[in-house]
């Protein structure tokens, strides 16, 4: 009779210990699959911000790198001339050239661009103090030779 009570005790508590531990195993689930689905909405928010910055830039213009394929021109290879060529200006005593102001404290240098399309670039300048942003327009001439005209320039204030 003791053995009968024991052994219905201990199957008793192993299945009271089995049911808490099933329930918090499932509460983990529960939470780890909210969890999940807001890491997944999240994700999906992010891919829809990175589509519309990527709307305003070559790599995301499917117009624009029609354009350049048309003209022979692998897009990629032209971002990486242009802005190669771009940096390079960086490198002329006095400041670059494309950079339409002289700078205050220094010369005027390009630190970084962004491609808007086949045709506009965006550009942060600098001369170590003052900072600004500018345009350039680029296109490859009749002889495939790279043009680099600045649009606009502006420099904010200190």
């Known amino acids: 009779m003791y053995l009968f009570l024991f052994a219905v005790l201990f199957i008793i508590f192993q299945y009271m210990n089995e049911k808490s531990i099933f329930e918090s195993q499932d509460e983990n689930i529960a939470n780890l699959t909210a969890k999940l689905k807001k890491s997944n909405d999240s994700i999906s928010t992010l891919h829809e911000k990175i589509d519309d910055l990527n709307y305003f830039a070559l790599q995301g213009n499917d117009n624009a790198m029609t354009y350049l394929e048309n003209l022979g021109l692998d897009p990629m290879e032209v971002e990486n001339s242009v802005a190669e060529t771009i940096y390079d200006n960086n490198l002329i005593k006095g400041g670059n050239p494309l950079i ?59």
């Open 100 to 158: 339409p102001l002289e700078g205050m404290e220094g010369e005027m240098r390009i630190n970084k661009v962004k491609f808007l399309n086949h045709r506009w670039v965006q550009a942060e300048i600098t001369d170590g103090t003052y900072w600004g942003e500018m345009i350039l327009e680029y296109f490859y001439d009749d002889k495939m030779k790279l043009v680099l005209t600045p649009v606009s320039t502006v420099l904010y204030p200190r």
